[in-house]
Nanobody, 121 residues
Framework: QVQFVESGGGLVQPGGSLRLSCAAS????????MSWYRQAPGKERELVAG????????KYGDSVKGRFTISRDNAKNTVYLQMNSLKPNDTAMYYC??????????????WGQGTQVTVSS
């Protein structure tokens, strides 16, 4: 079955950095757009970033442009999210999932357990 295992979250001070990883299995990873999403308490889940199968094209949410970078390693079935200049508003549970394309970024599969990112001094 399809599985996503997110890792790399933690507590970081404002202005700090974290690198999230998501190991995927159970589907043809290299054929799919992969995306990161996040959900803060009391808010809807939102798209953070997406990347095309070959890694050539990316898409970012307005609130993270210029601070976050998505990348992937198809040999390892893993997608990454480098997060720099973190802000308290970035505090959320972060999830990855496959998507149809960078326009229709609705997730295709059930969610993994996510990884918690907390930005606080």
């Amino acid at each position: 079955q399809v599985q996503f295992v997110e890792s790399g979250g933690g507590l970081v001070q404002p202005g700090g950095s974290l690198r999230l990883s998501c190991a995927a299995s159970g589907f043809a990873f290299s054929n799919y757009v992969m995306s990161w999403y996040r959900q803060a308490p009391g808010k809807e889940r939102e798209l953070v970033a997406g990347i095309t199968p070959g890694g050539v094209s990316t898409k970012y949410g307005d609130s993270v442009k210029g601070r976050f970078t998505i990348s992937r390693d198809n040999a390892k079935n893993t997608v990454y999210l480098q997060m720099n200049s973190l802000k308290p508003n970035d505090t959320a549970m972060y999830y990855c999932n496959a998507a149809m394309n960078l326009v229709t970024t609705a997730p295709l599969y059930s969610w993994g357990q996510g990884t918690q990112v907390t930005v606080s001094s």
